[in-house]
């Protein structure tokens, strides 16, 4: 029994050490008062919000509340403290994007000289698990930091009163007054859901596709947006017989050349694409799975039956029930994204103290790490007297595509209708070195940079489509923040044999009519 104490005794001990006296305090009063009040509230706990909370809280006497409420799916799917990228974002789709992948280099490992069995097998419940119990690890990891921060987090969903004023409430629907000081909305995007029947009652969406405890089977995947492309890649390449349906064009607001070749590609490599098509309807049938209906350009009419048929249509801004109808939040009723800056601050709003950072800003573009640094950036400005404002040019992303697409600046496309004949695109087709011995299709191997013609030749934008684009892509951003132009690139030596050489090898444009493809070393 002694032994027994001394152990309870130590943690106890160590559970009041943890939580410091400014987060005890301002706990206690959030669960036990009508009313409240802090120096900051954060209404939604993705990435961006996090990072505003945690920066906001290293500033002494600071207090700090999170938010953080997730609505289930229509199909039942929730998760934990984290946002989209963390919970049904970019960190599960890389992981099953990377499961993909394995599946390719097994196959060229008996190329080059590993004794590979002929049949392989994948095991869709044992790399779900995994992914999820990675996912769990980082809505622990988050909590634990907040707490460390002496940020308090409550599970409940914030609705407006009225400019000042935000009403919690919990799962078990009690309710708490908060008065902050300052309010940061942070509450992301949701995907969208077509008009169609049987579309919310039979269809999943990526807030589904990663926490399915059984494999999908054969798929149907709807949209041409990336989530659609990059889902549908991986299911591909997992085995999953895989169709995507395309209404118009692929990967809107990025390069169009680059997006049909990264189509293109998936293509070859099995995934069926529907052009052109658009859905008319999902059935459930009495076996369990689905009769999709859709018709062509034409309006002709074709089914097929699938196991799980996906929407990726896109996301739109979760302000729903959000009670902007009680304040003079200013947002977009058609985008229902909130309208920013407003006294020379990207982030405010047209309510003094009310910001909006992340996906639910208009016209920001909707990447994790711009969200992150917008709320790190926003703090400092609402604590610090910091003047430093976003910088939401030249940002880089990448489609992690089966063949990745990586780009930072413009496209082609914009650049052509911004300078017409100003521009020159230098590019090059080429075959990375590991794709050799395995005789890997590498027809869609791709880079091109698009710059200003005249010297220096100022670069606007750099594209790659190839093996880790993402990675390559990184550096570059860097090198056009420093004001590089093309001059730089060519006479950069470059590290031989990679994929980021090509880049720095480029000495071909369009305009000259030359073969851009590469021919040896």
């Not at 707490?147 to 400019?163: I, R």
Request: proline share 5%; with cysteine.
């Amino acid at each position: 029994m002694a032994a027994l104490s001394r152990i309870f005794g130590k943690l106890i001990s160590n559970k009041f050490r943890v939580i410091s006296p400014t987060r005890s305090t301002l706990f206690r009063s959030y669960c036990t008062s009508d009313e409240v009040s802090c120096d900051l509230l954060v209404v939604g706990g993705g990435s961006g919000g996090l990072a505003c909370a945690k920066e906001a809280a290293t500033f002494p006497g600071t207090k700090v509340a999170v938010l953080d409420y997730v609505d289930p799916s229509p199909q039942g799917s929730r998760w934990g403290l984290g946002g989209t990228c963390v919970n049904v974002g970019c960190i599960p789709k890389k992981l099953m994007h990377q499961a993909a992948l394995l599946r390719e280099s097994i196959r060229d490992a008996k190329k080059f000289g590993w004794d590979v069995p002929d049949k392989v097998t994948f095991s869709w419940e044992t790399m779900s698990a995994a992914v999820q119990s990675h996912v769990k690890s980082l809505n622990w990891g988050h909590k634990t930091q907040l707490q460390s921060k002496d940020v308090t987090y409550h599970n409940a969903k914030g609705v407006f009163l009225d400019n000042s004023t935000i009403k919690a409430t919990d799962r078990k629907g009690r309710t708490k007054i908060i008065k902050p000081k300052n309010i940061v909305i942070a509450v992301g995007e949701r995907p969208k859901y077509p008009e169609f029947p049987g579309a919310i009652e039979h269809c999943i969406t990526s807030d589904d596709l990663f926490w399915l405890k059984k494999p999908p089977g054969k798929t149907l995947v709807i949209g041409a947006s990336y989530v659609s492309l990059e889902c549908a890649g991986f299911l591909t390449g997992m085995g999953y017989d895989t169709t995507v349906m395309i209404r118009s064009i692929p990967l809107r607001g990025f390069d169009q050349q680059m997006a049909k070749m990264a189509v293109d590609h998936m293509s070859s490599h099995g995934t069926k694409i529907l052009k052109m098509c658009r859905p008319v309807s999902v059935e459930k049938e009495s076996d369990g799975r689905f009769k999709a209906t859709w018709e062509d350009s034409n309006q002709n009419k074709s089914s097929d039956r699938f196991d799980t048929v996906m929407l990726a249509v896109g996301r739109e801004a979760s302000i729903e029930g959000l009670g902007l109808d009680k304040t003079d939040i200013q947002y977009d009723p058609k985008t229902k994204k909130i309208v920013g800056g407003h006294d020379g601050d990207s982030e405010q709003t047209s309510v003094s103290k009310v910001y909006a950072i992340g996906d639910v800003l208009q016209d920001k573009p909707e990447l994790t790490p711009v969200a992150v640094k917008v709320g790190k950036l926003l703090a400092k400005r609402i604590f610090d007297n910091s003047k430093i404002q976003m910088d939401y040019g030249k940002i880089a992303t990448t489609v992690f595509t089966p063949l990745e697409y990586g780009c930072v600046g413009i496209s082609e496309d914009v650049a052509q209708t911004r300078y017409g004949d100003q521009i020159e695109v230098f590019h090059s087709y080429y075959k990375p070195l590991e794709f050799s011995v395995p005789e890997r299709d590498a027809e869609n191997c791709y880079i091109k940079i698009v710059c200003l013609k005249d010297l220096p030749m100022k670069i606007l934008g750099v594209h790659i489509l190839g093996p880790n684009a993402g990675e390559i892509v990184q550096g570059f951003a860097v090198a056009m923040k420093c004001g590089a132009n093309m001059d730089d690139i060519q006479n950069t030596v470059g590290i031989h044999p990679t994929i980021a050489e090509e880049i720095v090898k480029l000495h071909i444009t369009k305009r000259s009519g030359d073969d851009p493809h590469v021919t040896g070393c």
